[in-house]
C-alpha cells in the first residue's frame, strides 16, 4: 500500500508524559500536513511542510508541540508535558501539485486519550 | 479569516431519498472547494472537489457546484444508499494549501 502512513494508530498516556508521533507521506509528495480533529469537529490545520521547511504553524500549536521533517520525507510530531485537552485524533496528509491544486491524502490518524 | 459552515446534523434518511447538505463559505481570494467523507473506522477521503466558480464536482453519484454569488458548495446525492452513511465535511483551500474544514455532518441512511 502507497498511502499515508501513522504510526502509532492509537496511544494511551498520563498527564505530563510525552508522545511523539510519527507519518509516512506518499513518496512522491513534498508537502506534508498536520491537523487535530476532536470528537465532534472537523480537523484543525496544525502545521505544514514542504520538503523539510516548516512554512507555517497554527496558533493552536502551543510551545509544547513541535514537528519536524528532517529530510523531507517522514515527519514526527512530539507532544511535550501532555495535558487531557491533547485528547484528540491526529491527523497527517501530503500532498504535490497536481492541475494546479494541492490535493491532500490523508492518513488513518493517531488518536491519543491523556488521562 | 477564512472559515466553513455546514448545516448541523446528524441528517437521518431513508434509502433512495434525496440529500442536500448545505455548505457555505468565508473566504478571500478565490479557495479550491472540498467535500470529504469519512466512513465508521475509516481516515478521511477526498469526495469531490471544485477549483473555481460554477465548477461542479462529482463523484460516486454525489455533486456539488461552486457559487461564487452565494458562497456556497452544497452537496447533493438524488438517491441515497445505506452505504453512504458516514460523516461528510466541506473545506476550502487557499493558496498555502491548508485545509480549513466544517464541523462536519453525519448523516444516516436506513434501508
Known amino acids: 500500500d502507497t498511502g499515508v502512513s501513522q504510526d502509532p494508530r492509537h496511544k494511551i498516556t498520563k498527564r505530563g508524559q510525552n508522545v511523539t508521533f510519527r507519518c509516512d507521506p506518499i513518496?512522491?509528495?513534498?508537502?506534508l500536513y498536520w491537523y487535530r480533529q476532536t470528537l465532534g469537529q472537523g480537523p484543525e490545520f496544525l502545521t505544514y511542510?514542504?520538503?523539510?521547511?516548516?512554512?507555517?504553524k497554527s496558533r493552536l500549536l502551543s510551545d509544547r508541540f513541535s514537528a519536524e521533517r528532517p529530510k523531507g520525507s517522514f515527519s514526527t510530531l512530539e507532544i511535550q508535558r501532555t495535558e487531557q485537552g491533547d485528547s484528540a485524533m491526529y491527523l497527517c496528509?501530503?500532498?504535490?501539485?497536481?492541475?494546479?491544486?494541492?490535493?491532500?491524502?490523508f492518513g488513518p490518524g493517531t488518536r491519543l486519550t491523556v488521562l | 479569516g477564512n472559515s466553513v459552515t455546514q448545516m448541523e446534523g446528524p441528517v437521518t434518511l431513508s434509502e433512495e431519498a434525496f440529500l442536500t447538505i448545505n455548505c457555505t463559505y468565508t473566504a478571500t481570494g478565490y479557495p479550491s472547494l472540498f467535500w470529504y467523507v469519512q466512513y465508521p473506522g475509516e481516515g478521511l477521503q477526498l469526495l469531490l472537489k471544485?477549483?473555481?466558480?460554477?465548477d461542479k464536482g462529482s463523484n460516486k453519484g454525489f455533486e456539488a457546484t461552486y457559487r461564487k454569488e452565494t458562497t456556497s458548495f452544497h452537496l447533493e446525492k438524488g438517491s441515497v444508499q445505506v452505504s453512504d452513511s458516514a460523516v461528510y465535511f466541506c473545506a476550502l483551500t487557499g493558496n498555502t494549501g491548508k485545509l480549513i474544514f466544517g464541523q462536519g455532518t453525519t448523516l444516516q441512511v436506513k434501508p
Open positions: 471544485a477549483t473555481k466558480a460554477d
Open positions: 496528509a501530503s500532498s504535490s501539485l497536481a492541475g494546479g491544486l494541492y490535493e491532500q491524502f
Open positions: 513518496s512522491e509528495h513534498n508537502r
Open positions: 511542510f514542504q520538503n523539510e521547511a516548516q512554512l507555517e
